[in-house]
């Protein structure tokens, strides 16, 4: 049941400490709570939040415990908690709390009794938080603790160096407003509520000066003592740099180095992913297939330097003529290919053409001052409701690709 008010005097005389908290904040507390605080004077502690004095590992325990506290409810069961007293000594308090009307507002009332041991103990705990606070001010991880809304309870000064924030900055706020893409969170938030922890959690988060960087977060739930969710408490590290090499690395393993076009076991991946989409969504497809004509020639006349331009530019001039949409790789050599999406016969024959003529127009000069020019030609192949896989339209596409050859190269065939 609620507490009506207790006579101030009688408050003022009890050898326990005694505070009333109104919204976290100390709104009153008798001489003997000030004695244990080690204060100068009530004047000095009255408004300041009490988690202030409360030890960082017991804040969630003593925020959730007062939380839960509501009007008409019993007292709260007495419970051992650590605080830090105002000249920097710890104490360990057994507590009690319970909901009361104090000047016509409903408020919280705590007694606390000092269970500290004056000798082995404080020293203990002065070793520990000393330990602890050597960890904590130097992590290279940033740790964090939500309430069961998201919002930042608590932040470790790593943040400093992973996000360019001051930890008062983050307090406060949720832990949404650093995510660029609100998916991230709510994938992270998903495994938390179905697993109760998550361990080495991809995400991404935004800096201070707006950069966006890689993040690996290590979490898990937080519960009260009744079992309701009431938070997440975890760490989350700066892993931009790793993320950087694997992208670079698989960038690496599907672009061919030369040309910076895919490779061909990327382009043959791109290629069948084409097709099934033209498939389960009927619609035309084009595949050319081009080679750079009398390539050796060119090599042994004017050098691999020389070749390696001829590649280089005749990409370029590819690109120039290419879609969003459309693929392009390199399979090995001077040898090409071209997959068109959405393109028929007449589309596909205006992209062939523009590509030669492009091809046509370069000119070239080697290390000697020699000036030479280059050709391509180009076999196109169109998806037939026959087909089942795309290696069938390439290998038709080929077989123009030598007729073309055959009849005399810089020009384009269609299979028929």
Known sequence: MTHQATDHD????????????????????NPACVRLLEAGSAHELLGRPVTEFVHSMDQAQSLH??????????????TQIRMLTCKGNFRTLLVNSAPVRYHETDAIVVTAMDMSDQSAMEERLRVSEQNFRRLFENMQDVYYRTNAQGVVQMVGPGVR???????????GRTAESYYPQSSDRDAFKKVIQEK?????????????DGQIIDISISSHALYDDSGAFCGIEGI??????RKNLERELQRLATVDSLTGIANRR?????????FSSAQRYPSDL???????DHFKSINDRHGHAAGDEVLTRFTQAVNTELRESDLFGRLGGEEFCIVLPHADQQKSRQVADR???????????????????ATVSIGIALKRASDRHVLELIERGDKALYQAKRSGRNQVVGDS
């Open 161 to 171: 160096r992973v996000l360019g924030y001051e930890p008062h900055d983050i307090i």
């Open 10 to 29: 009688l408050i003022e005389a009890m050898p326990a400490a005694v505070l009333v908290l109104h919204q976290g904040l100390i709104v009153h507390l």
């Open 266 to 274: 990327a382009f043959m991946e791109q290629a069948a992913q084409a």
């Open 236 to 241: 989350y590290r700066d892993v931009t740099q």
């Open 196 to 208: 109760g922890e998550a361990s080495d959690f991809p995400g991404q988060m935004v800096r201070a």
């Open 65 to 78: 415990r007062l939380q839960r506290l509501q009007p008409g409810d019993d007292a709260n069961l007495s």
């Open 286 to 292: 084009a595949v050319l297939a081009l080679d750079l």
């Open 355 to 373: 590509i030669c003529a492009n091809m046509q127009a370069l000119r070239f000069q080697d290390a000697s001052g020699q000036f030479y020019t």
